[in-house]
């Protein structure tokens, strides 16, 4: 069995580059982990714009609350982030304990509480151990360094088995622009609207407005495209900053005739980060791409690729390398597309065609099958029949590991 | 860590009683199993009353399609199930080969093909072995005995580890009424207006159109409510038969004093079967009822007790007898309950209070939860605080066993 490839995770965030106008600083403040740095601390330039998505999980942990509440009345300064307690479940304590934190970022760094975001990762349930925080805080602002987004990477992991970062750069109208961006997450991944912990900067000048507009296009077609568990977090922050340090002008408007080649530019970072947590999520040995054509709309291809993504029985046939196509032909009719007509549905596992006129595709061998199954790398096409609408979830399979993480995570 | 209580399981279908007017005949057709009985054959006495409910699966399997089809047409006779091979996926051949198999029921028994209904069980899109089952005819026809129920219970077993049926009697006016089930399901489970595959029959007397509405009425509140892994096969099929051989009288409608007796009777058997899946699905290790009070509607309950009962991470903490509340919570929280207020929402584990006041309660500790895990039963109650459905959900937690189970099942 091949293995899911890794290196290119480990070049792209060995080679991230600094976002002028961001600096970093972590710290340990033995919230959950020993022997490693478990907070971070983003400080931005007072020119910056911020842009933010949150989870849709009603059960939103206090810092979201408290994040969102903060982003629509101030212009972020800092980011606080820690890893090792979510901060969910917590109630009015919760709320407290975070607004706790940004206070105290505000007195050490003379800036309003307001303008501080918090965010947390970790375990839910457990009131966040606010003293350990705040007494780490100084070291953290001491090492504020603007290379310092390696660091930061790995500070947010938890069951992650690797930090994801990486930097894209591009020459727009002869000004080179700078996007760098991280992420942590590898269970409880269904993102909506919002995902995981993901931070991305860039050096260009968008207003607020428009760098919230870009967040969404480009979170939309990936941290809201990928799934492993099916479990939408608590947790779930997406954060999207511009300093305007570049020598770009400002991006105004997206009839801008530079703003397509920024949103590419993002879009790009983005879509590196979300296809890292797939080929990262726990016990996952196969990295999927379910493909739906021919929808009459986007929502039904979305619908037909998220019951094959989220199936366990798909999940573990693909963790045994099995061709057992029969329960990728059973989610897919068991997607609810109404008026389906099954006559004109063809499926392909990596090129392989398995299901056409309602069964087994007359030219399918199981040899075929068997050797489709064998890379890491997974490509499952579902062609509707019925109109011209597209989407693509990426996804993992089911194993033991997956289990094993997930029943042993608090022990 | 206690087991799961198989005993009961044992108890009642160890003690199975005959329906007078069914008789069952199994034999090896050596469809995909070594040294076992592979196909049933029920015959019903010709004053019998057939309802079936079938998978909403749009690829259902072509036994499914010639069923429903016989069953509009004509009275049924015969009932032929075959196991190893579910004729799901197999296109224009499928259902040739279905027909087939009824056809030569009707040669050998002299009735139509029409009254046959023929349902399949196993690996999805392999041709049926038609000659083979042909061949295995006689030998069940010749098995006929209305005391074979416990044969014909293990004969459409899969990966059940053990046989599933139950009777249920009571003297309804007088009369002696007796109602017999049996059914076979582990995996690809979460029926969907019908279920997996299971045959009930009962000597009273109903006409068809109160027997639909009896099966409906009883599958709605029993196998419509259970959840392995959320996926929905191409096969399910649930048949209730009424062969009026008691001495009461026909039970002419739901106005009938009888009636609701009977109805209770039916539920009953089929309550029994549906719990006994979940108590013998693939890997199960605890059987986990889900209760959601105070919903709005009963569709928003279904909703929230589905999204806990599909999580991954719910189930894999059970698994671990883990008390990780917090997944529940997160579980109630992307369930997509419009305007659900947090604070109202109250959750408990076999009777332990975890979550009020939007967070963790105020009562509960570790040592709590860790004991509340411990059972192999456990209870799952969710209060949405507003309004007054209810509805539950039964289903099992996520072992290493249930990815071993489907990663080898095909090999």
Same sequence: chains 1, 2.
Avoid at 121 to 145: E, F, W
Avoid at 306 to 319: Q, R
Wanted: proline content about 3%; some cysteine; charged content about 20%.
């Amino acid at each position: 069995m091949t293995k899911i490839d890794k290196q290119d995770i480990q070049r792209e965030y060995a080679s991230m580059q600094p976002v002028a106008g961001v600096r970093l600083g972590s710290a340990a403040a033995g919230i959950r982990y020993k022997g490693r740095d478990d907070i971070v601390l983003f400080e931005l330039c007072d020119t910056a714009q911020t842009a933010a998505m949150f989870t849709t999980n009603v059960f939103c942990a206090a810092p979201v609350v408290i994040a969102k509440n903060n982003l629509a009345n101030a212009s972020p300064r800092y980011l606080l982030v820690n890893a090792g307690n979510a901060n969910a479940g917590t109630g009015q304590q919760g709320m407290d304990d975070a607004n706790a934190c940004c206070h105290a970022i505000a007195e050490l760094a003379e800036c309003e509480a307001e303008q501080v975001l918090p965010f947390s990762t970790g375990v839910i349930g457990q009131y966040l151990p606010v003293g350990k925080i705040v007494k780490a805080l100084p070291a953290a602002l001491d090492n504020l360094r603007e290379d310092n987004w390696l660091s930061a990477a790995r500070t947010i992991m938890t069951t992650d088995t690797a930090p994801k970062g990486v930097t894209r750069k591009a020459v727009i109208d002869g000004h080179e622009i700078t996007v760098t961006g991280i992420a942590k997450g590898a269970g409880m991944i269904c993102p909506n609207m919002a995902t995981l912990l993901s931070y991305v900067a860039t050096d260009a000048a968008l207003p607020a407005a428009l760098l919230q507009a870009t967040l969404a296009q480009a979170v939309n077609k990936t941290f809201n495209r990928i799934t492993v568990d099916g479990d939408t977090s608590t947790n779930d922050a997406c954060v999207l900053m511009a300093t305007g340090k570049s020598s770009l002008p400002l991006i105004d408007g997206i009839g801008n005739p530079n703003y397509n080649r920024m949103l590419n530019l993002v879009t790009e970072v983005f879509e590196f980060l979300a296809k890292a947590i797939i080929r990262d999520a726990e016990g996952a040995t196969k990295l999927v791409n379910v493909t739906v054509t021919q929808g009459a709309s986007e929502n039904e291809c979305k619908q037909v690729a998220y019951t094959i993504a989220h199936s366990p029985l798909v999940k573990t046939a693909l963790f045994a390398s099995d061709p057992n196509w029969g329960r990728i032909l059973a989610a897919v009719g068991r997607a609810g597309v109404s008026k389906l007509d099954i006559r004109k549905v063809k499926i392909e596992l990596n090129g392989v065609c398995i299901v056409s006129n309602g069964g087994v595709d007359a030219t399918y061998t199981e040899a075929l099958g068997q050797q489709a199954m064998q890379p890491a790398d997974i490509e499952i096409n579902v062609a509707l029949g019925r109109g011209s609408a597209t989407a693509n979830v990426w996804t993992c399979d089911f194993s033991y590991d997956y289990v094993k993480i997930n029943a042993e995570y608090r022990t």
